[in-house]
């Protein structure tokens, strides 16, 4: 691949994707290029194809036998379903953060160096190496002042908002360049939605983040740019500013306006 | 306003009845159990001794102890373990974390199901064939104990199988996610999380062997032999074919020592039972989520 497309603003980049679980079609022609370093929202209606967009974009959804995907998605510039496209390179460059939070039964230091390990093979990794990793992914989510003396305690004892955020902190030591999340949210209270999002605005910039929403506050409080989709197509993709407030497409202002589902 | 109206009256009655139903079969279960228990103690207690476990038996079997006999069951119980769990284990891990779902595991997984139903008689006689004759390990600790193996491996491959099906599909997703291979992602956190199952599990389905017959009898077991069995290739006496030979082949054998041996073999049944489960707690008490 030429290298000067490496460098483009697009972090994403799609075409023509149609996606079909078995015989049930749920992805019709995307076509999306969601720019580099941002965040980008997306929102639509419940089964509408936002997580199985999501899923395909790290290729988890293959996973599944019954799942054919065509078109094409290129993550920086490189078509990710070309044939030697090595999968563990792809979740490495990736990174996936769900719905509910799923911290590994391992200790708070364990999960945020598990992905780093990893990718490491053999290698030793020097403890202070890791020291270092562990306490800059958890600045970097702003966990590390509220865990830094418990480092050693099982991760599934923190509170939910905690767990999403160490979530997020151990894909960073692997260096993503994108960060897919679908509704990181919604297993969040009030305040831990807050907290979390505040700290996905401030990766921006570092990583491209495509985050899956129901809540239209946070798609417009937290996003730069917005796609709406319905019944597995893509209707509009604006600036967020626009979007919500001069749609150009009369389902995605009856969706904003929370005229259905 | 809050009173009990007649459908609440019914209800209760209802409720009451299948109640009592439940207890009921509960205790018919449990009383069995403890007539069995209280049988051998009462009968065979009397003939228990550190000279009892210890000793061999003589004047042709109706006196003496058990001791080559007990070593015997050890050995055999000890090596069917040392062949089914490697083999059963990574079976397991085979079918429940890289096979594809299609017909042929589905296939498979029917067969093992199957497989835990044949009589233990016909794995005597393939233990006879397979491992006797064909490998030529003559009748033998070895074969007899392959045989208790392969009698055995399909419920291994079943305990292990729920073990690992009982750590959460979240955690292997969060591992692919992060680019995790099947081997990583099974070393790292899988099997850390289902090792106190799959050790229990085999281990009170293993020890459930000491006390088959069929299986041993043609196999390896013998009769007689007051000696100690030196390595896999030798034959041995053991607990439950000792058992079966004093109550039923041997003229002059006194009430007592049958029920004697049979304590002593439920004890060790249980006694390994009691260690699986208290391995289990102890690691129980390490993990959660
Ligand atoms: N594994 C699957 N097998 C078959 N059909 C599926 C599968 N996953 C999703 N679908 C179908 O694909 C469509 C899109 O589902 P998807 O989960 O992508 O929607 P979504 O926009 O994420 O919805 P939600 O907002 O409820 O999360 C739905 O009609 C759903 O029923
Ligand atoms: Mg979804």
Known sequence: MASAEAVSDIAIETRQVNL?????QALFDVDLQIPRGRITSMIGPSGCGK??????VNRINERLGYVRTTGSIEVLGYDIYAPDVELVQVRKRIGMVFQRPNPLPLSIRDNVVFGYRVHSGRRKIPQTELDELVESALRQVLLWDTVKDRLDRQA??????????LCIARLLPVKPAVLLMDEPCSALDPKGTEAVEELIWQLRGDYTILIVTHNMAQAR????????????KVVEHAPTDEIFVTPRNQETADYIEGRYG | MFEASDLNERNRRVERLWRLLFLVMTVLL???????????????GPVLSIDFLFTEPVQGMTAGGIFPALVGTVWLVTVALLASVPIGVAAALYLSEYAPDNWLTRAINLAIINLAGVPSIVHALFGVGAFVLFFRFGTS?????????????????????????????AFREACWNMGATRWQTIRRV?????ISGILTGVILEVSRTAGETAPIMFTGAAFFLPFLPQSVYDQ?????????????????VPEALPFGVALVLISMVLAMNAISIAFRMHLRSKKKW
Not at chain 1, 51 to 56: G, N, P, V, Y
Not at chain 1, 156 to 165: A, D, N, R
Not at chain 2, 155 to 166: F, G, Y
Request: glycine share 4%; charged share 10%; proline share 5%.
């Open chain 2, 236 to 252: 041995t006496m053991a607990m439950s074919l000792h058992l079966f030979v004093i109550s039923t082949q041997v003229p002059g």
């Open chain 2, 30 to 44: 449990i009383v069995p159990v403890v007539v069995i228990l209280s049988v051998l103690i009462h009968k065979g």
């Open chain 1, 221 to 232: 409080r937290a996003s730069e740019e917005c796609i709406f989709m319905l019944l597995g």
């Open chain 1, 51 to 56: 997580t199985t967009f999501l899923r395909s």
């Open chain 2, 141 to 169: 600790i070895l074969a007899a104990s392959l045989t208790l193996a392969i009698m055995t491996l399909p419920v291994v491959i079943v305990a292990t199988r729920e073990s690992l099906q009982a750590v959460p599909q």
């Open chain 2, 190 to 194: 899988v099997l850390p999380n289902s």
């Open chain 1, 156 to 165: 599934t004892e923190l509170s939910l908002e905690e767990q999403q955020k």
């Open chain 1, 20 to 24: 079909w679980y078995g015989t049930f």
